[in-house]
């Protein structure tokens, strides 16, 4: 039987662990395979193929029972997810359903999720920038959560790596705030969204609207041929899985790539329950799984553990690795994991209308949305009631509409009419709040789900910060509107709950002092050195720019690190 039971070990041991498919857990797949590490992949949902697991890809708008709106009583059974602007009919198969994984929200927190090989790296709106040094020096510079351990210099060559990988298209647009990356093609911004760039700069000088950058192959090189990806066809129906590849996600980039090596082995419909720590060793030594569907238990070992099961889950995961070394959740010394939680603010909206450049239209979809205009608030210095700043999309187009008040024949002949609107303008605030402790997440002493695996107590909420800054966007783009000549301005203040904006981060964060955070500048534990975050819970700040670049780049360059270290058998 000792036999046996070494000869089960041998099978379930690994040289590295990831437990997450999605964008940074894909990531760690195709670095440690890449660098000849036998790698076990461990998902929790059900398996996604590249293309093939794509059922509603390349179906028209009549071939869905409710023209791509999700049914009444799907939207009743589903109150928060299908809150999210991408839960329609041609893809809510690719998200949890409320019912089927629960949680409990001590304050409203909608949390989308999407539980499947590739995660939420089939879902996201693949806006991607980079962080500058106003972003990494915020918290020391602003008094507030820790310092992060490190600066720009030290992530720049790493967001070259992945931008050259990934395929980004944008413009060098010259910004210290936003620096330029690795780009490909930019897609241009049309003649009323160039207005607005040009009215604001003249108005201004320091507010710029730039053409947003996005994870989409515009020009493809011989690296993406290379992944079996290829141009971006610009259908914009990125939410149900492309073929093409023509936008990033793990499905058709990362993973691809690193079963190719012959060093990955993925097993979906596991949830990782723990990770196991020995407390002789000093060291954790594996994790604990259940098979969604057989309940049944396996444990898996390796040298290096890479934990990425998307923010709230990394810190569920942790929170519930206990032992007598670490009551409170793995590496937990500093009694900060969980808390410290944030996210973006996406909770105010404006539009207008514009009256002039009649002479154009526009023509063909940008699948990256349009504009973006960085963040312009208390960069050099503080200038406002709030402290730090938010970024913003902007974007302008034309639709037509006709008359439909008449019956029979003129009801026809005006349907046969259609005329061009006027020019419609939009932008989104997307905000940094402030990590404080009172937002967290935490297990339920008493009630678990149907793996036994404690359910999560969600604390999140906006503050007094949240607040002014809303109120300072809505009056500073206001401003710009007017000052631009747009006109019946309308503000949308959303009051969503946070969760909505898909942009958690925390409860794991880095840090210089093992007092105070969880991980130092390699995203390691502070207290488990071969256990490694590069998700959004290791973050220690939100800044106001999207975050999945920057995980991408924080992933390569720990697993770089950790394959370093284990050479040099310190881990």
């Not at 407390?279 to 990425?308: C, P």
Request: aromatic share 12%; hydrophobic share 35%; proline share 4%.
């Amino acid at each position: 039987m000792s036999n046996l039971n070494i000869d089960g070990v041998k099978k379930n041991t690994f040289d590295a662990i990831v437990i997450g498919s999605g964008i940074s857990g894909g990531w760690a797949a195709k670095e440690f395979t890449e660098k000849g590490l036998k790698t076990l992949v461990l998902e929790r949902g059900r398996d996604v193929k590249h293309i093939i697991d794509y059922p509603t890809t390349n179906k028209f708008p009549y071939e869905f029972e409710h023209r791509g709106e999700p049914a009444l009583a799907i939207k009743k059974e589903n109150p928060m997810v299908s809150k999210c602007y991408a839960f329609k009919e041609d893809s809510m198969h690719f998200f949890v359903k409320d019912k089927e994984h629960p949680y409990i929200e001590e304050k409203p927190f909608d949390w989308i999720r999407g539980y499947q090989v590739g995660g939420k790296s089939l879902l996201w709106a693949r806006q991607t920038q980079r962080w500058s040094d106003f972003d990494f020096e915020g918290p020391v510079r602003d008094d507030f959560a820790v310092d992060w351990p490190i600066r720009y210099k030290d992530i720049a060559p790493w967001y070259s790596y992945v931008e050259k990988f990934a395929g980004i298209s944008g413009n060098r647009d010259g910004l210290t705030e936003l620096p330029d990356g690795e780009f490909l093609p930019a897609y241009p911004l049309n003649a009323v969204e160039d207005y607005f760039k040009k009215s604001l700069l003249s108005k201004y000088g320091n507010r710029h609207v730039i053409s947003a950058r996005g994870a989409h192959i515009s020009q493809a090189k011989q690296i993406h041929f290379d992944q079996g990806r290829a141009q971006c066809q610009n259908r914009r129906l990125c939410q149900r899985g492309c073929p093409f590849g023509g936008y990033f996600s793990s499905n058709a980039s990362t993973l691809p790539w690193a079963q190719k090596t012959g060093n990955m082995t993925l097993r979906p419909l596991s949830v990782v329950e723990s990770v196991i720590y020995d407390d002789k060793l000093g060291r954790a030594t594996g994790v604990r799984v259940i098979d969604t569907n057989t309940k049944e238990v396996t444990e898996y070992y390796a040298k290096v553990i890479f934990v990425n099961a998307a923010a709230i889950n990394t810190n569920l995961i942790l929170l519930n690795s206990t032992s007598t070394r670490f009551p409170n959740g793995l590496g937990n010394d500093s009694g900060v994991l969980g808390k410290y939680v944030a996210f973006h603010n996406y909770s105010a909206r404006i539009s207008a209308e514009y009256d002039g450049l009649k002479q154009f239209t526009t023509d063909g979809r940008n699948p990256v949305g349009g504009g973006y205009i960085p963040r312009f608030r208390n960069l050099h210095k503080q200038e406002t009631n709030f402290k730090r700043g938010y970024a913003a999309g902007f974007s302008a187009y034309r639709g037509t509409e006709m008359n439909t008040s008449g019956i029979g024949s003129e009801l026809k002949s005006e349907l046969q009419s259609k005329r061009l609107t006027p020019w419609r303008v939009g932008s989104h605030m997307m905000g940094e709040t402030i990590p404080k402790e009172s937002n967290y997440v935490k297990l339920d002493t008493d009630r678990k789900d149907e793996w036994g695996v404690p359910l999560l107590k969600i604390s999140v909420d906006y503050d007094d910060n949240d607040v002014k800054m809303k109120k300072d966007y809505i009056e500073q783009l206001s401003e710009m509107f007017t000052t631009a000549g747009f006109t019946n301005i309308k503000v949308n203040d959303a009051s969503q709950a946070p969760g909505l904006d898909i942009h958690e981060m925390g409860g794991v964060r880095m840090g210089n002092d093992p007092k105070t955070s969880m991980l130092n500048k390699w995203h390691q534990l502070h207290a488990c050195k071969n256990v490694f975050v590069t998700d959004g819970a290791s973050m220690t700040s939100t800044s106001t720019q999207n975050p999945s670049l920057t995980y991408m780049a924080f992933t390569a360059r720990a697993v770089d690190y950790a394959v370093n270290e284990m050479k040099k058998g310190e881990l």
